[in-house]
């Protein structure tokens, strides 16, 4: 067997990955709140290229994802400084296109999919709950264990739904988009 290198897909969700550390380290410091953000922000976005490669955009599917925005959106804005709507916004559009584009994957790839479905609610119930918390808005016991629990499983779904797509589909890790 040779050695293959990293395809640009790897590579993709790779840099998802680093993105989503770099942003673990920089919310842990007020200071680098901000730059947190904007690196998690890239990590979704690497996880949404690597799960929309090949894939037909499914409008029907964006519709639950849709409505998440405009809820938190609503429900958001009063609570929260002015300045940060258009962040908040730009996130919740972010977080959201991972959703749409993992679910738009369900005929797809039968595992992958469902690890792919999962990290992607997860993620999305993590970084909205974290939201709230750390925006003053909602508090309660374990938030945080439970922010980082469902986190934690989250990634591990996205890594899991990557390497189950490479295995069954080998010309996705072959160096180039299909």
Sequence with gaps: MGHRGLSILKVTFLSGLVFALIGDYCLVYKHLY???????????????????????????????????????????????????????FVYLVVLSSLGWRCFS?????????????????????????????????????????IILGTYFFAQYSMTQASQLEETSHPHLAEGSYP
């Design 105 to 145: 994957r369900e005929q797809d790839y039968k595992q992958s999919y469902i690890y792919g479905s999962v990290g992607a609610i997860l993620i999305i119930f993590s970084d909205s709950l974290l939201a709230l918390v750390r925006l003053g808005t909602l508090d309660f016991m374990f938030a945080n264990q």
């Design 34 to 88: 901000f730059l947190g953000i904007i690196s998690f922000i890239l990590s979704l976005s690497c996880y949404t290229l690597y799960f929309s490669v090949g894939q037909k955009l499914k409008i029907l599917y964006s519709i639950p994802f849709l409505i998440f925005i405009v809820c938190m959106y609503l429900y958001l804005n009063g609570r929260v400084t002015k300045n940060l709507l258009l962040p908040v």
